[in-house]
């Protein structure tokens, strides 16, 4: 039961594979429950200030749905989430097949994010938002006045094997959360960007959730040796497209892209140069308008737990705490910082 129960919670989370695939991913999302490894990679969810205009913004402007709206107001959740007493209004948003949280705090309400965010400061994460056609979404942008971080759209050069010919822009929502729309070329990105491309929306979905990490061997100890996430790509980005990407003089970005069996992905953001980003908030908690968290499910939140309470991971919850009522489609599960405070929720289904 328990891995039938993952197996409906990875497609709920918008992670259908391709038919050709599916046998793989079914294999793998089995084996990744049976030792306690990361099935699925979603919904990510982030803190917002204003609810209302929040969804105003994902909704009117990226073209998100709202599929669920909840009032929390239980000491379990508080508790899982390292907020003792809180009551936090939760909505989840689908674009195409995958799905963004986003997580309004009544009480207590948390702190503004630090002055002058840079693209490179180690508390940055965004989520990469697919667009059919880079020019007609940079054009919705613009009309609803967006704040930018890039100027314009880029294109990555063709010298970059494996990047070239991406076109991304970067800019924020309401509460200077970064944002990425990105267009993969023909010949790169998951094949169901260009089936749904096809269907004529211009917001196609989410590919991944981008972090920056101070050294990527040290991340790859915790997302792939103990959560159990696959290396899916790398490459090494740098020049005048990729230093206005992301708005910082002189970037050399060392890149490196991971998947579990369902869902986004996960890619790392290690700054080569420059080297100045500045270390994650260490008082940072959940209703801090900084915060995200990315959602990953498990057949065995206990054993994983273990695992990582032995590699000395640091735990934002109590250990595995039990939610109530299960509104949120979890019956229990942790949270824990990755070796740069990024936060990572685990949980399994009800």
């Not at 508390?123 to 979404?137: K, L, N, Y």
């Not at 094949?191 to 991340?219: C, M, Q, Y």
């Not at 490459?235 to 497209?241: A, F, R």
Request: net charge positive.
């Amino acid at each position: 039961m328990k891995l039938a129960r993952l197996a409906v919670l990875a497609l709920a989370l918008g992670a259908a594979a391709l038919p050709a695939q599916q046998p793989r991913a079914n294999q793998g999302t089995a084996l990744a429950a049976r030792t306690a490894a990361v099935a699925a990679v979603g919904p990510v969810a982030l803190t917002v200030s204003d609810m209302d205009r929040s969804l105003a913004f994902y909704t009117g402007v990226l073209d998100f749905r709202k599929i669920a709206d909840t009032v929390v107001d239980e000491d379990s959740y508080g508790r899982l989430e390292g907020v003792p007493g809180s009551r936090m209004r939760i909505v989840r948003l689908r674009l195409g097949e995958e799905t963004l949280q986003l997580m309004a705090w009544r009480r207590p309400t948390g702190r503004s994010a630090p002055a002058g965010a840079r693209s490179n400061d180690r508390w940055f994460q965004h989520v990469a938002i697919i667009v059919r056609d880079m020019d007609s979404a940079y054009a919705v942008l613009q009309a609803h006045g967006v704040e930018r971080v890039s100027p314009a759209p880029q294109r990555l050069p063709d010298w970059n094997r494996n990047a070239g010919g991406i076109r991304a822009f970067y800019f924020h929502d309401p509460d200077r959360h970064p944002l990425e729309i990105l267009q993969f070329p023909p010949d790169k990105g998951d094949p169901k960007w260009r089936r749904a491309s096809a269907g004529g929306r211009l917001f196609l979905g989410i590919d991944h959730t981008a972090i920056v990490v101070s050294n990527t061997e040290t991340s790859l100890r915790f997302y792939r040796d103990l959560l159990g996430l696959r290396i899916a790509g790398k490459s090494l980005n740098y020049g005048p497209e990729q230093e206005r990407l992301n708005n910082v003089p002189g970037a050399r970005l060392r890149i490196t892209s991971l998947r579990a069996a369902a869902g986004p992905g996960i890619e790392f953001l290690e700054y080569v140069t420059p080297r100045d980003g500045r270390p994650a908030p260490a008082d940072e908690r959940a209703n801090d308008l900084v915060h995200w968290q990315t959602v990953v499910a498990t057949g065995d939140p206990e054993r994983l737990a273990s695992r990582l309470t032995t590699a000395g991971v640091r735990f934002v919850s109590p250990g595995v705490v039990r939610v109530a009522d299960g509104a949120l489609g979890f019956d229990r599960g942790f949270l824990v910082r990755d070796p740069d405070g990024h936060v990572v929720q685990v949980i399994t289904p009800n």
